[in-house]
């Protein structure tokens, strides 16, 4: 069945219109109050984030004033201990360097007279066995000249030969008297002074002695002198 065509009043639609005009308006205003009221909330959001990231920019600011002190500070502190360090090094490398000085001067002292000393004995044993060669010489030649001057009939040689052993006989005898008489009188010094300290020694035991018999009286003379005296007290 076909519907029926509704009939609307006009003085209805005219309400309706009116009453949708109204509804419109206080929609509007209501949407106009809240965005009003939502850009207030956003202006005083904004200013609150604006304010916090300001503090934060300034604790930021002051953290790292800090963090720049604390370093400047540990910087500082660090070129302290490294320049305390580095002269507590040189100190101690001064005395190291002095100490080894002083033992390589005393090494080389030490060096130098060993190397004298090794020098001297090395002369002294050059010189003996010099010596001894040559006495060696002597020795081994002796009865060769001996022998050629018998075989060439020299007397003359045999003379100054037997001359010679003579005078140096006599100067041997001559310095083992001398040697001989020293030794006596050293010894005859000797026994003098040993009779001098006996006597010095009886001397010092007699005053011993008379000491001791002084320091005896003396004591029993104490002794004798306290009795009265104890005697009455009793």
């Known amino acids: 069945m076909p519907r029926k065509k509704t009939i609307v009043q006009p003085q209805l639609v005219a309400q ?17 109050q809240l965005r009003i009221s939502l850009v207030k909330e956003a202006n005083s959001i904004i200013d609150q984030l604006i304010q916090e ?13 800090a963090v720049c002190a604390a370093e400047q ?18 100190r101690k490398q001064a005395e190291f360097d002095e100490k080894l000085d002083k033992e ?18 090395k002369d002294a044993l050059q010189e003996t066995k010099e010596e001894y060669e040559a006495y060696k010489l002597q020795v081994a030649q002796f009865p060769q000249q001996l022998e050629k001057a ?11 030969l037997k001359k010679e052993y003579e005078v140096e006989k006599k100067f041997m ?18 026994e003098q002074l040993l009779k001098q300290q006996e006597k010095e020694i009886n001397q010092l035991r007699s005053d011993k002695a008379v000491a001791t018999d002084q320091i005896k009286d003396l004591a ?15």
């Open 173 to 190: 005898l001559q310095k083992a008297e001398y040697d001989l008489k020293i030794l006596q009188q050293k010894i005859t010094n000797l």
């Open 53 to 65: 990231v300001k503090t934060l920019e300034e604790t930021k600011k002051q953290h790292e004033e």
């Open 16 to 32: 309706i219109n009116t009453t949708k005009s109204l509804a419109d308006n206080q929609i509007t205003a209501s949407l106009e």
């Open 104 to 121: 390589k001067k005393d090494f080389e002292k030490r060096k130098e007279e060993e190397t004298e000393q090794l020098q001297i004995q």
């Open 73 to 90: 500070q540990r910087k500082q502190k660090t070129e302290e201990e490294q320049f305390v360090l580095q002269m507590e090094h040189k």
């Open 150 to 160: 018998v075989n060439d009939g020299k007397k003359q040689v045999n003379d100054e």
């Open 220 to 234: 029993v003379a104490v002794v004798k002198g306290k009795e009265p005296i104890e005697s009455q007290t009793g």
